[in-house]
């Protein structure tokens, strides 16, 4: 069986491995933080790591892509996007409705990235109530089940709620209805998921230019405009070598094994352009009910 390493349990991360993965063929090794879900791949400990880097909302996860781009050499082998659905989760007793203010309510832990997914949800409901951040939603699923308190209360999965017991104040209570977050499975070797159809392969590479001049990002871009290539993401981050330095992240809808693409990059390099591959794999997408996302 192949080991996955992902945060978890009772993450958006892990409801989202067991939609796409499933248990049969592999098995999951639970990570506290993404720190330590990057290094277990990097270690050998496991054969691939489960990395989200989208969000709907929020865009990047900065955080991860810098890992994938700085720290680490774990080519992509594939991704999908999974529905992030937030609850309310507690132990039995704050129990005062949301609309009366869950006036018992006094603090509610979460991952960042959740807590930010639910800003005007906790602004409208529960303006007086302490947040604090935790490395995974399942953590802070996890204490507030281990604090046993009625005044502390988790936003997290649904999955957190059933592993921990926990009460469900309220479901789906992120901003916005069309929440979904994008994931990235990172190894050495290729893996196609099993029992699933990939609409597409995708390649991510990161560009860096030459110099700053004038027409540079033109030039790059056109490499793939004249031959029709698609590009589905472009974002400029920074080197981290000197301020106001920037490589460029994309997404092309193509694959290393068309025609095209490696033409297009051969092109770039000939600019003087630094071209690296993070990967080029099959995508996954999510499909509720026959409908496709
Ligand atoms: O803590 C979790 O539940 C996670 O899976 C992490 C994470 C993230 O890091 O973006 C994943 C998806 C959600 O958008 C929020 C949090």
């Given at each position: 069986?192949k080991r996955?390493?992902?945060?978890?349990?009772?993450?958006?991360?892990?409801?989202?491995?067991?939609y796409?993965?499933?248990?049969?063929?592999?098995?999951?090794?639970?990570?506290?933080?993404?720190d330590d879900?990057?290094m277990s791949?990097?270690?050998?400990q496991t054969?691939y790591?489960?990395?989200?880097?989208?969000?709907t909302?929020?865009?990047?996860v900065?955080?991860?892509?810098d890992?994938?781009?700085?720290?680490?050499?774990?080519?992509?082998?594939?991704?999908w996007?999974?529905?992030?659905?937030i609850?309310?989760?507690?132990v039995?007793?704050?129990?005062?409705s949301?609309e009366?203010?869950?006036s018992?309510l006094?603090?509610?832990?979460?991952h960042?990235?959740t807590?930010t997914?639910?800003?005007?949800?906790?602004?409208?409901?529960?303006?007086?109530?302490?947040?604090?951040?935790v490395g995974?939603?399942?953590?802070?699923?996890?204490m507030?089940?281990?604090?046993?308190?009625?005044?502390?209360?988790?936003l997290?999965?649904?999955?957190a709620g059933?592993?921990?017991?926990?009460?469900?104040w309220?479901?789906g209570?992120q901003?916005?209805?069309?929440?979904?977050?994008?994931f990235?499975?990172?190894?050495?070797?290729?893996?196609?998921?099993p029992?699933?159809t990939?609409?597409?392969?995708?390649t991510?590479i990161?560009v860096?230019?030459?110099?700053?001049?004038?027409?540079?990002l033109?030039?790059l871009l056109?490499?793939?405009?004249?031959?029709?290539i698609?590009?589905?993401?472009i974002?400029?981050?920074?080197t981290?070598k000197?301020?106001g330095?920037?490589y460029?992240?994309i997404?092309?809808?193509?694959?290393?094994?068309?025609?095209l693409?490696?033409a297009?990059?051969?092109?770039?390099?000939?600019?003087g352009?630094?071209?690296r591959?993070l990967g080029s794999y099959?995508t996954?997408?999510?499909?509720?009910?026959?409908?496709?996302v």
């Amino acid at each position: 069986m192949k080991r996955i390493a992902l945060l978890g349990p009772g993450t958006f991360t892990e409801e989202s491995a067991d939609y796409y993965l499933g248990r049969n063929h592999f098995d999951y090794v639970n990570c506290k933080l993404i720190d330590d879900v990057f290094m277990s791949t990097v270690n050998g400990q496991t054969d691939y790591s489960v990395i989200p880097i989208e969000n709907t909302f929020d865009g990047s996860v900065s955080l991860h892509l810098d890992w994938l781009v700085h720290e680490v050499e774990l080519p992509m082998q594939a991704e999908w996007v999974y529905p992030i659905s937030i609850n309310l989760l507690g132990v039995a007793g704050f129990g005062a409705s949301l609309e009366a203010g869950c006036s018992g309510l006094k603090k509610i832990v979460s991952h960042g990235v959740t807590l930010t997914q639910c800003r005007q949800f906790l602004r409208q409901y529960l303006p007086h109530v302490e947040l604090e951040q935790v490395g995974s939603n399942g953590v802070a699923a996890r204490m507030v089940k281990e604090l046993g308190r009625s005044d502390v209360a988790a936003l997290a999965p649904a999955s957190a709620g059933a592993l921990y017991g926990l009460h469900t104040w309220a479901q789906g209570v992120q901003d916005h209805y069309n929440n979904f977050t994008r994931f990235v499975l990172v190894g050495s070797e290729p893996l196609r998921l099993p029992e699933k159809t990939s609409a597409m392969v995708k390649t991510t590479i990161i560009v860096t230019l030459p110099d700053d001049y004038p027409g540079g990002l033109h030039q790059l871009l056109s490499a793939f405009a004249w031959r029709r290539i698609n590009l589905s993401k472009i974002e400029s981050r920074p080197t981290k070598k000197k301020l106001g330095t920037y490589y460029f992240y994309i997404d092309i809808e193509a694959s290393m094994d068309s025609v095209l693409l490696p033409a297009a990059l051969q092109e770039i390099e000939a600019i003087g352009c630094q071209v690296r591959i993070l990967g080029s794999y099959p995508t996954y997408s999510y499909e509720p009910e026959g409908s496709k996302v």
